[in-house]
């Protein structure tokens, strides 16, 4: 690892105030670590039923959601990243997606809480956004939602899979009243965590939630710190069945890029969300823009676009 990397993971690291520390050939390793927490019991099975789920009076912030705007490119470019993750279920079954990228700041909460808002928007699927990001989460202030219990508490086993689940109150009530329907968004928020959060989500707890909540949703997206810095994500992955990678214009470096890419070799990668591009080869008028594009196996470094689903 570079003294570059090694100084962001310093500094993610105090930055959420925790005293982890990691191996610093984390990136190389792709496979499962074995489990440092002592194995929990399973949790009761219950069967769930979405209208009981506790609902709250979410308020999500329209800048952290331009998908909830009517129209606009925001909207535009999340409904085209949308169909490329519906053609990707096509090639192979696919309904759990990690988002993750290598360092922080790249995106990857505002790129899973679109996509879900985008997949939840317009369609009866039902969706599934769990916050697996438990040293710094933020969906739920993205979301304007209450962060009491959460996937941490599930993971400790002191709450249920219902018992961690919100949806909106409004939407569910019917009255949507300057917010466009959410109601088929169902989130997890991340709970509270103590310094152990690489623990609590190698204890293969993760797993068995997303093996329980399956049944009752199209799609589950999970949202991830960054992989470069922490292990969390690369346990996390494993509850996926595939991984989305975001980088940022400007900001992620190819060689970034690949490290991320190499830490999920051994996963699915569905490719890159480039996020926060200002020009790119199909519009130069707005902010955001994304495009997809995976790189292929010894290929050049010239960014060339490449669709979205090739593995590699
Ligand atoms: N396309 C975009 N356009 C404008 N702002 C963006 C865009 N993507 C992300 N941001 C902003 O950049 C900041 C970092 O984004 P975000 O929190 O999604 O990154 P992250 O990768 O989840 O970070 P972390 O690793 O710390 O969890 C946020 O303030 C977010 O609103
Ligand atoms: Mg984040």
């Not at 499962?32 to 949790?43: R, S, T």
């Not at 925001?74 to 053609?87: C, D, T």
Request: some cysteine; glycine content about 6%; proline content about 5%.
């Amino acid at each position: 690892m570079s003294r570059i990397h090694e100084a962001l993971q310093r500094a993610y690291l105090e930055r959420g105030k925790m005293s982890v520390s990691t191996d610093v050939d984390v990136v190389e390793r792709t496979e499962a670590i074995p489990e440092l927490a002592e194995p929990q019991a399973p949790p009761a099975k219950t069967e769930l039923a979405l209208e009981n789920v506790a609902q709250y009076p979410w308020n999500p912030s329209m800048l952290a959601f331009p998908t909830l705007a009517e129209r606009g490119a925001g909207v535009e470019q999340f409904r085209s990243l949308r169909s490329r993750v519906y053609q990707a279920r096509y090639e192979a079954p696919l309904k759990t997606i990690l988002i993750a990228s290598g360092m922080p700041e790249e995106g990857k909460s505002f790129v899973v809480a679109n996509l879900a808002m985008s997949l939840a928007r317009n369609s009866i699927h039902h969706i599934l956004l769990i916050d697996g990001d438990l040293r710094r989460p933020t969906l739920h202030s993205m979301l304007g939602a209450p962060n009491s219990l959460g996937l941490a508490d599930y993971l400790v086993g002191k709450a249920g899979l219902a018992d961690i689940m919100q949806r909106d109150q409004r939407a569910a009530s019917g009255n949507t009243a300057g917010v466009d329907s959410i109601s088929n968004l169902t989130f997890i928020p991340s709970g509270k965590c103590a310094d152990n959060s690489s623990e609590l989500v190698a204890n293969h707890r993760i797993e068995e939630l997303v093996a329980s909540a399956s049944p009752y949703f199209d799609w589950i997206l999970i949202d991830a710190p960054p992989v470069l810095a922490v292990t969390d994500a690369m346990e996390l992955a494993r509850a996926a069945d595939a991984v989305l990678l975001v980088a940022r214009g400007a900001t992620t470096t190819y060689e970034v890029a690949q490290r991320t890419k190499a830490a999920f070799s051994a996963r699915r990668v569905l490719g890159f969300v480039l996020n926060a591009v200002k020009d790119t080869p199909h519009n130069r008028s707005y902010n955001y823009n994304y495009y997809y594009h995976a790189k292929p196996e010894g290929g050049s470094q010239d960014g060339q676009q490449k669709e979205f689903g090739s593995q590699g």
